[in-house]
Every structure is written in C-alpha cells, then in structure tokens.
C-alpha cells in the first residue's frame, strides 16, 4: 500500500529559527513529490520535484529529494510567524490516467515570536 | 480567474439526509479531484475525474457519487449521510499531472 510519512507531526519554533521538515514515501509508480502550504483553508503549492539532488528554491524555502532513499525534506531558514502553518508533503504516481496525490499527514508548524 | 469554488461552504445534515456538495473550476484543467480531510488523517482522495465524462475511484469512495457534469463542473453526492462522513472536503483541479489547485473547502457536519 501506498504511503507517505511525515515527521514531526507538530514543530514550535521562534522567529528567526531555521526549520527541516521530512517527508519519506513509498509510492507505486512514483512520479513526483510535492509540497503544499495549508493555513487556515486550502493547500497552496510550494513544490513540485521529479529529479534526485536537485534544490527547488524560493525565498527562504527551498525543497530537495533523494530518490534512492526515498525521502524529501522542506526547509524553511529565517521564520516568521507567516511561516506557521500545516505543511504537507504528497507523492504523485502514475496511477490512474493522470497522477494521482497520495498525501502524509502534515506537519503543523508554530512559529513564535 | 476564481480559479476553484466550491459550494456550500458549510453545511448541517442529520443522519440519512442526501446533499450535493458542488465545485468548479475556470481554468480549464482536464482533472479534477474530491478529497477528504479529517483531523490527524491528511487528505484523503475520494474521487477524481481524468477527463470530462470519466471518473474514478480514489482510496475512500464509499458513501459517496460523482457526476462530472462538464469539464468545468464536479459534483460529489451524498446519498445518505453518516456521522462518519462528517469531515472538510476539498475539491482540486489539475491541468497536467502537476500541481494541483484546491478550493476553499466545505466543512460537512452530520449528526
């Protein structure tokens, strides 16, 4: 069965803080990783990554994944307390006819001032 | 551009009700997806639809219909509704196996 595992579930951090956020994933068919941004309504998208080693970066985010061990990480450096939110993590396979998003359950970041 | 609705926002069934939760999308984007969200469990997929005239069954269908009514519209029915079922729906969209864009959510109580 298909899944993808975040950790930690909860982060508190204070400004200013540099954060790490990991997501490992077994996925049939594994096509891409991909990080959202959830606040208080809908994921937003942060990143999409489809090759091992190479950084996605912006701003103060940047992403990267390792396909041989099958894990991404999301770090976020300098955060503010805009940063705090629940931060998922989804793996895209090739199922279906288009990819389809298996989603971990999300790290919930509060950061304090 | 409102990009993905969603209709209602919030909605009260009591157990056995049916409802209709509604979603478009103006964007143009051939797939479109019906998740469920619920406390400690991630998003789930419920639905999707690759295309106008498609569906398909996600990881958690059961209790639930879609109609894609046209490339723009998605709707997700409630036959018959459980207390189980009481959740944040999401509706998603997508162009190409990529990003996916979500709307705002509908929370669903069911007593």
């Known amino acids: 069965e298909d899944k993808v595992v975040q950790s930690p579930l909860s982060l508190v951090v204070h400004e200013g803080d540099t954060v790490t956020l990991n997501c490992s994933y077994e996925v049939t068919n594994f096509r891409s990783l991909l990080w959202y941004k959830q606040e208080k309504k809908a994921p937003t998208f942060l990143f999409m990554l489809t090759s091992s080693g190479i950084e996605k970066k912006s701003g103060r985010l940047s992403s990267i994944l390792d396909k041989k061990e099958l894990f991404s990480i999301l770090n976020i450096t300098a955060t503010q307390t805009g940063d705090s939110a629940v931060y998922l993590c989804?793996?895209?396979?090739?199922?279906?006819?288009?990819?389809?998003?298996?989603f971990g359950k999300g790290t919930k970041l509060s950061v304090k001032p | 551009n409102a990009g993905v609705t969603q209709t209602p926002k919030f909605q009260v069934l009591k157990t056995g009700q049916s409802m209709t939760l509604q979603c478009a999308q103006d964007?143009?984007?051939?797939?479109m997806y019906w998740y469920r969200q619920d406390p400690g469990m991630g998003l789930r997929l419920i639905y999707y639809?690759?295309?106008?005239?498609?569906?398909d069954k996600g990881e958690v269908p059961n209790g639930y219909n879609v109609s894609r009514l046209n490339k723009r519209e998605f709707s997700l029915r409630l036959e018959s509704a459980a207390p189980s079922q009481t959740s944040v729906y999401f509706c998603?969209?997508?162009?190409?196996?990529?990003?996916?864009?979500f709307g705002p959510g509908t929370r669903l109580t069911v007593l």
């Open positions: 989804a793996g895209m396979n090739y199922g279906g006819s288009q990819g389809n998003l298996i």
């Open positions: 998603a969209s997508s162009l190409l196996p990529i990003e996916q864009f």
């Open positions: 964007m143009n984007h051939n797939s």
């Open positions: 639809s690759a295309s106008e005239g498609t569906t």
